[in-house]
């Protein structure tokens, strides 16, 4: 994917989360969230796609050891214990306003991704991997925590349909990458049915 639509996509997808956060009723901040999580957490989580591109802008990585998008789920995978622990801590940050503290994370990362010009090989945590690709990344992790987001408080979502066409290539690609790819094209052409609980990642 060319560097400028996956910032465009990363753009909009972090636009629309703000927006879905901004709409979050103040009782609703203590229910449940996702698994473990409570709304919280799962707010906080999501918010991790935009502090981790502030984080890693500036890590420019000595080799790209990522070379796809789909490898970087597969490298991640190996570091998933931390994750639930980490959405609660992120929660935390997010401080007694959330919604304004998403807001300036969404500036924040626009301002930083408009002065970098080109398409590094950053250190992410799944190892050196370009720009471009780590955004695609967050895009996904935008799109499907919103619609989290969005089940677990019953609010309205809509994600931005190029952002959710990305998203969705990229599931894909990782589908494909685990040897899930026949099943998945024979329950998308009502073929089969996938197992309750079936997950790309």
């Given at each position: 994917?060319?560097?400028?639509?996956?910032?465009?996509?990363?753009?909009?997808?972090?636009?629309?989360?703000?927006?879905?956060?901004?709409?979050?009723?103040?009782?609703?901040?203590?229910?449940?969230?996702l698994g473990d999580w409570d709304l919280r957490a799962l707010v906080g989580h999501a918010?991790?796609?935009?502090?981790?591109?502030?984080?890693?802008?500036?890590?420019?990585?000595?080799?790209?050891?990522?070379?796809?998008?789909?490898?970087?789920?597969?490298?991640?995978?190996?570091?998933?214990?931390?994750?639930?622990?980490?959405?609660?801590?992120?929660?935390?940050?997010?401080?007694?306003?959330?919604?304004?503290?998403?807001?300036?994370?969404?500036?924040?990362?626009?301002?930083?991704l408009a002065a970098t010009t080109d398409d590094p090989v950053i250190e992410s945590i799944?190892?050196?991997?370009?720009?471009?690709?780590?955004?695609?990344?967050?895009?996904?992790?935008?799109?499907?925590?919103?619609?989290?987001?969005?089940?677990?408080?019953?609010?309205?979502?809509?994600?931005?349909?190029?952002?959710?066409?990305?998203?969705?290539?990229?599931?894909?690609?990782?589908?494909?990458?685990?040897?899930?790819?026949?099943?998945?094209?024979?329950?998308?052409?009502?073929?089969?049915?996938?197992?309750?609980?079936?997950?790309?990642?």
């Amino acid at each position: 994917m060319p560097e400028s639509d996956s910032r465009r996509t990363f753009a909009a997808a972090a636009q629309a989360f703000a927006e879905l956060v901004d709409r979050i009723p103040d009782d609703a901040w203590t229910g449940p969230g996702l698994g473990d999580w409570d709304l919280r957490a799962l707010v906080g989580h999501a918010s991790r796609s935009l502090v981790t591109v502030l984080t890693y802008l500036p890590r420019i990585a000595e080799t790209e050891a990522v070379p796809t998008t789909a490898a970087y789920y597969a490298a991640a995978a190996q570091i998933m214990a931390a994750v639930t622990e980490r959405g609660r801590q992120a929660g935390a940050a997010l401080g007694n306003d959330p919604a304004a503290t998403v807001r300036t994370l969404v500036r924040d990362c626009a301002r930083a991704l408009a002065a970098t010009t080109d398409d590094p090989v950053i250190e992410s945590i799944a190892g050196g991997m370009r720009l471009s690709g780590y955004l695609v990344t967050r895009t996904f992790e935008l799109v499907v925590h919103s619609l989290d987001i969005a089940a677990a408080t019953g609010l309205s979502y809509d994600p931005p349909a190029d952002a959710l066409a990305e998203s969705l290539a990229l599931a894909v690609d990782v589908a494909v990458d685990r040897g899930q790819g026949a099943r998945l094209l024979l329950a998308l052409t009502g073929r089969a049915s996938l197992a309750s609980g079936f997950s790309v990642v």
